[in-house]
């Protein structure tokens, strides 16, 4: 089993939808998780950190569950520019070593 | 700020060949990162850095070489290189190891060994 397992997807998503998806991780140590945004043939970006509690960013809404070992991603009123691959990353307690998952490809369509 | 520049953008190697892949951050940050991304594939840690002088393997490390002497640079060195060495390499930077630390990627390094 991956460390870090995400649906590559594509997730093809209607221009104003809601879209979510999770990331799935295998050491129940890890202490810190994040989502990037990756364009195509870019470089990753951080889109939010995810937080116990669960944190909102505008449209976007990250949450953790430690118990079934995900985290996840919703973005609400979907825009075309929202279309790139996001990329969930879970590190330990100190957060030098992430472990990146294979990425979600999320196409938003008029 | 620049943040974090790559040299060169794109390389095609000869099987055998070396080069080094030249990362520098203008942001003061102590850690730095290599990784390398396979198409369809996450970021796979190749070796870090938590300061100048001190530096430590990741996940993917045969095959590479690293060197931190300041704390801007942080050269990648490929010595034979292989057909499985064909990626896209990305470096990154943070201010610390903290669990809430951002990384900073550069824009990357396509590298293609035929």
């Known amino acids: 089993r991956k460390e870090v397992e995400q649906d590559p997807g594509p997730f093809n998503v209607p221009e104003g939808a809601t879209v979510a998806f999770n990331c799935t991780y295998s050491?129940?140590?890890?202490?810190?998780f994040f989502w990037y945004r990756q364009d195509c043939r870019k470089e990753p970006k951080l889109l939010m950190s995810?937080?116990?509690s669960g944190n909102e960013d505008g449209r976007f809404t990250a949450q953790l569950n430690r118990a079934s070992q995900y985290i996840s991603l919703l973005i609400r009123d979907s825009k075309l520019s929202d279309s790139a691959t996001y990329l969930c990353?879970?590190?330990?307690?100190?957060?030098?070593?992430?472990?990146f998952g294979g990425g979600t490809r999320v196409l938003v369509k008029p | 700020n620049a943040g974090v520049t790559q040299t060169p953008k794109f390389r095609i190697l000869k099987i055998g060949q070396s080069m080094t892949l030249q990362c520098t951050q203008d942001?003061?940050?102590?850690?730095m990162y290599w990784y390398r991304q396979d198409p369809g594939m996450g970021l796979k840690l190749i070796y870090y850095?938590?300061?100048?002088?001190?530096?430590d393997k990741g996940e993917v490390p045969n095959g590479y070489n690293v060197s931190r002497s300041t704390t801007e640079d942080f050269p990648l060195r490929l010595e034979l290189a292989a057909p499985s060495q064909t990626s896209v390499y990305f470096c990154?930077?943070?201010?610390?190891?903290?669990?809430?630390?951002?990384?900073?990627f550069g824009p990357g390094t396509r590298l293609l060994v035929l």
């Open positions: 990353a879970v590190g330990g307690a100190a957060g030098n070593k992430l472990t």
């Open positions: 050491n129940s140590a890890s202490q810190s």
């Open positions: 995810v937080y116990s």
């Open positions: 990154a930077s943070s201010y610390s190891g903290g669990m809430r630390e951002t990384q900073y």
């Open positions: 942001m003061n940050h102590n850690y």
């Open positions: 850095s938590v300061g100048a002088g001190i530096t």
